[in-house]
């Protein structure tokens, strides 16, 4: 006698159809959907993660924002004294000083605010302490010196850059 065939089962797969064509491209279309969705996922988590790491880099500035305050005041005061040295070796050692206290500024989230000659002038960063004249309209408005640099915690600015500021006037 002869096993009777097994009874199909839930999980049995389908028979191949004539249309494997068209099975195989809604699998691909779905492969490429579910693509999408994890590399939008991925991109959201790198945001999310680059806007954590900027919160805490603004929060670490804050808190320290009384000692960059401090530091940039020792800066003032180290190329104060570099300028006014008449020692060769005390200019250097002032300048040297000068730039190991930017440099600490920098690791605390300060920036030193030192626009180059040429430069926009830019009110949220510059203070105008004076003008010169110029005969160039196209330099009208922009930073001819910079007689003190400024300080920016992140975005913020904490003293604005004292700056000669060329003006075109007519003759």
């Given at each position: 006698?002869t096993?009777?065939?097994?009874?199909?089962t839930?999980h049995?797969?389908p028979?191949?159809?004539?249309?494997?064509?068209?099975?195989?491209?809604?699998?691909?279309?779905?492969?490429?959907?579910?693509?999408?969705?994890?590399?939008?996922?991925?991109?959201?988590?790198?945001?999310?993660?680059?806007?954590?790491?900027?919160?805490?880099?603004?929060?670490?500035?804050?808190?320290?924002?009384?000692?960059?305050?401090?530091?940039?005041?020792?800066?003032g005061?180290?190329?104060?004294?570099?300028?006014?040295?008449?020692?060769?070796?005390?200019?250097?050692?002032?300048?040297?000083?000068?730039?190991r206290?930017?440099?600490m500024?920098?690791e605390r989230?300060?920036?030193?605010v030192?626009?180059f000659?040429?430069?926009?002038?830019d009110?949220?960063?510059?203070?105008?302490?004076?003008?010169?004249?110029?005969?160039?309209?196209?330099?009208?408005?922009?930073?001819?010196?910079?007689?003190?640099?400024?300080l920016?915690?992140?975005?913020r600015?904490?003293?604005?850059?004292?700056?000669?500021?060329?003006?075109?006037?007519?003759?």
């Amino acid at each position: 006698m002869t096993d009777p065939a097994p009874a199909a089962t839930l999980h049995e797969v389908p028979a191949m159809t004539d249309a494997p064509a068209a099975t195989l491209d809604r699998i691909t279309e779905r492969i490429d959907d579910l693509a999408r969705v994890i590399a939008r996922q991925a991109a959201t988590i790198e945001r999310l993660a680059d806007a954590a790491k900027l919160k805490i880099q603004d929060e670490r500035a804050e808190a320290d924002a009384p000692l960059i305050r401090d530091l940039f005041a020792l800066h003032g005061l180290a190329q104060t004294f570099a300028s006014t040295s008449n020692s060769e070796p005390d200019r250097q050692g002032f300048e040297a000083m000068s730039r190991r206290v930017e440099r600490m500024l920098a690791e605390r989230g300060g920036e030193l605010v030192t626009p180059f000659r040429g430069t926009a002038f830019d009110p949220e960063t510059m203070e105008a302490a004076e003008l010169t004249a110029t005969d160039d309209p196209t330099a009208d408005r922009t930073v001819e010196s910079v007689i003190q640099p400024g300080l920016s915690i992140g975005d913020r600015s904490i003293r604005p850059a004292k700056v000669v500021v060329r003006r075109y006037r007519r003759a």
